[in-house]
């Protein structure tokens, strides 16, 4: 069996504001470094990780290290696994854009596979790429778990995908510093754990 452990970074100063992030290179603010940490000792009571891939974004990397410290590993950082370009919502408040662009925030929060923001990138862009190298690692690692560290809109689709769950945006929750387990075997995905946060003690619940 093969163990996919899916997680999303700590929390940053623009969760608290209600800021869309994307592929601005925010930080982790001092309760996701503490979350990190706290997130690193629960992956490592699990078991041992073989590999752990991180988005190259600065806070799913410093979670990433976090995380692969605890097994003498260092992270790999991979495209693939960059967080969805918002292009121009990049940095706004949402409260802002639900003010001033009423039609694409429904279609945001209705029926996000049809949002396409001008210089920005579509879901179905964002599930085929991470998609794609999620399989590829699959075959590399096989037998062994490995951890993925990335963004909450990658890991929707991503865990949506694996899963065969379709339009999975809305359906599917994740903490900051939450992570899931996928196990596949004999060609099937299957989920042992979604959204495990016991380990984290103070959160920010983005509902959109």
């Known amino acids: 069996m093969t163990q996919i452990v899916l997680v ?4 940053t100063e623009s969760n608290r504001l209600g800021v869309f992030r994307g592929r601005l290179d925010v930080p982790l603010n001092a309760t996701g470094l503490a979350q990190a940490e706290g997130l690193a ?41 960059n967080n969805i370009d918002l292009g121009a919502w990049q940095g706004m408040e949402k409260v802002r854009i639900e003010r001033e ?15 396409t923001l001008p210089g920005g990138e579509t879901l179905a862009r964002v599930r085929e790429r991470s998609l794609r190298r999620t399989l590829e690692l699959v075959r590399q690692h096989e037998g062994r778990r490995f951890a993925i560290v990335t963004h909450r809109s990658v890991l929707k689709l991503l865990g949506g ?6 339009d999975p945006f809305w359906k599917l929750y994740l903490d900051n510093a939450g992570y899931c387990v996928v196990a596949h075997e004999n060609g099937t995905f ?5 959204n495990e946060s016991c380990h984290v003690k103070e959160r920010v619940v983005e509902r959109y």
């Open 190 to 194: 299957v989920l042992l754990k979604w």
């Open 41 to 81: 000792a629960a992956l490592a009571a699990d078991g041992p990780l073989a590999a752990v891939h991180s988005s190259p974004l600065r806070r799913a990397w410093d979670t990433a290290c976090a995380v692969a410290g605890r097994h003498g590993l260092a992270p790999v950082a991979d495209e693939a696994f």
């Open 161 to 166: 995908a694996l899963l065969g769950i379709g």
């Open 8 to 11: 999303r970074h700590g929390e």
């Open 101 to 115: 662009q009423p039609h694409l925030w429904r279609v945001w929060v209705t029926d996000p596979e049809k949002l």
